[in-house]
């Protein structure tokens, strides 16, 4: 970002002396990463926060200060509000799903545009982060299939032969599969439950709903509860999540609903800096 700039822009000699100020409610985030912004391509600016991380700003509300040469106040001012406006966007949209979720649990997806950043901001949102990177858990979904169990009769056999085929003493603690439809699903539990008992284990095997809507989702509820499964899994809803199917999602039985819309296509926190004095 500060290599878009290209270091242009002007200025006085002198110092200005700034506040970011909003022009929204809403969740401040990303404050580390402006810290160290300033720290590493500004170093003669002063950074003076007046709020904490996720702490909730309202309009007209002083959130820092920055003090300085002129030319790297300038310079440093449209990175400054990009990065802290993207950030605090997430965290504040997170905060309005998770405050509408009645104890659901929200996660965001691997579906990123700036990464750890976006998963930081969810964070602070108060949102599930999932996996962070493809080494935090075993994942298996549908092009793993072809891989694992090539000689499955169909994708339910081959589910089954895939959650068989996992390394415990690596993965029980968290490993994800992804389903279909609830035949999978029972299959998915059904082998892993069988293998924890041989175990002696009580670690759950979350699956991934993937695409089945509210009402798949509860069918697959029900008849993992009937085959006495529902408590080897944490149920995940993921796919065609919206804000406005919330309160069905909470009757459903699931445990999470995962989305990107958390953290994509998110409208920033409106930010401003405002000089406030100069010499």
């Known amino acids: ?20 100020v909003s022009k929204q409610s809403g969740v401040i ?8 912004l300033v720290e590493r391509h500004f170093a003669d600016c002063t950074l003076n926060w007046m709020f904490a991380e996720g702490q909730t700003v ?18 440093c001012e449209r990175i400054l509000l990009n990065l802290l406006g993207r950030l605090s966007g997430i965290a504040t949209c997170t905060a309005g799903w998770v405050g509408s979720a009645g104890g659901l649990g929200i996660a965001c997806t691997r579906k990123t545009e700036w990464g750890l950043l976006d998963k930081w901001a969810v964070h602070v949102g108060g949102g599930l982060t999932h ?3 493809r080494s ?24 089954a032969a895939a959650v068989s085929g996992i390394e415990m003493a690596s993965n029980a603690i968290f490993t994800v599969v992804e389903v279909r439809n609830e035949f999978q699903a029972i299959a998915a539990a059904g082998a892993w439950a069988e293998m924890q ?10 699956l991934l709903l993937d695409n089945m809507g509210v009402d798949g989702c509860a069918e697959a509820h029900e008849a993992l509860i009937a085959e006495g499964l ?26 999470l609903i995962s989305t990107s819309a958390i953290n994509r296509g998110v409208a920033p926190l409106d930010l401003s800096m405002r000089i406030i004095g100069g010499d």
């Open 1 to 20: 970002m500060v290599a878009d700039e290209h270091g242009g822009g002007g200025g006085t000699d002198g110092m200005l002396h700034t506040s970011v």
């Open 29 to 36: 985030a990303g404050m580390c990463g402006v810290d160290r």
């Open 58 to 75: 309202e309009v007209g509300d002083r959130i820092l200060r920055l003090e300085g040469p002129a030319e790297q106040v300038l310079r």
């Open 131 to 133: 996996r962070l990177d």
């Open 136 to 159: 935090d858990a075993l994942m298996i979904k549908e092009n793993d299939l072809a891989v694992l169990a090539p000689d499955a009769a169909d994708e339910t056999a081959a589910v």
């Open 197 to 206: 008992v041989a175990r002696s284990g009580t670690d759950r095997i979350v």
């Open 230 to 255: 529902r408590a080897w899994c944490i149920l995940e809803g993921s796919g065609g999540v919206v804000r406005t199917e919330l309160d069905d999602w909470v009757a459903s039985g699931v445990d």
